[in-house]
């Protein structure tokens, strides 16, 4: 048992940390609702999960091998967030439906966490610690929990989008909360760089 919930404290603390994902499924929630954004938390995790299933079956032998292949992950994901936080700046805040903006996809979440440093670092983290004799069942379990908690981190992100859709019905608010959005995406790129 002991191992288990060590287990469920990392993938909780590892999920509903900040991070690019979270903060797409905060702005999805906030633009779309909580039903629609879950087509992003749904992609996002299932992204998630079989980068996980990956790591536990060999991937991360790879990326010992050649290391350069996680330094290229990294710039592709700090690209990919400098890129998130150019579209966020460049919205004037104007709800317009479901015709302007990207609605949240099952695509778009899984690309996100491939492209996310911190999905890798969490992945590679988790089955260095949980599962490194390679065991098949142990892989399994370790990604069924991981799963449920990261599904359940991320919905709470959209959830929390969706309260705060009341208060961004001013153009101007919504533009504020973008930039805010932009500034955090920032922040994490940066970090990544430096890190």
Known sequence: MTVFLSMFVFALVSS?????????ALNAGAHYGFAASLRHVTGATVGFAILLVLA?????????RWPVLIRLIQWGGVAFLFFMSCQLLRDDGQFRGDTA??????????MLQWLNPKAWLASLA?????????SGMQ?????????????????????????LR?????????????????ALLTASAVYLLWH
């Open 16 to 24: 509903i940390t900040p991070g690019p994902v979270n903060l797409v």
């Open 56 to 64: 536990g079956l060999g991937l991360q032998q790879l990326v010992e």
């Open 101 to 110: 903006r990207r609605k949240p996809s099952l695509w778009y979440g899984a």
């Open 126 to 134: 988790g089955m260095s610690a949980y599962a490194a004799d390679g």
């Open 139 to 163: 892989i399994g379990r370790f990604a069924v929990l991981y799963f449920l908690v990261c599904y359940g981190s991320i919905a709470c992100w959209a959830y929390a989008g969706t309260f």
């Open 166 to 182: 009341q208060y961004l019905q001013d153009a101007a608010r919504v533009r504020f909360g973008n930039r805010v959005m932009a």
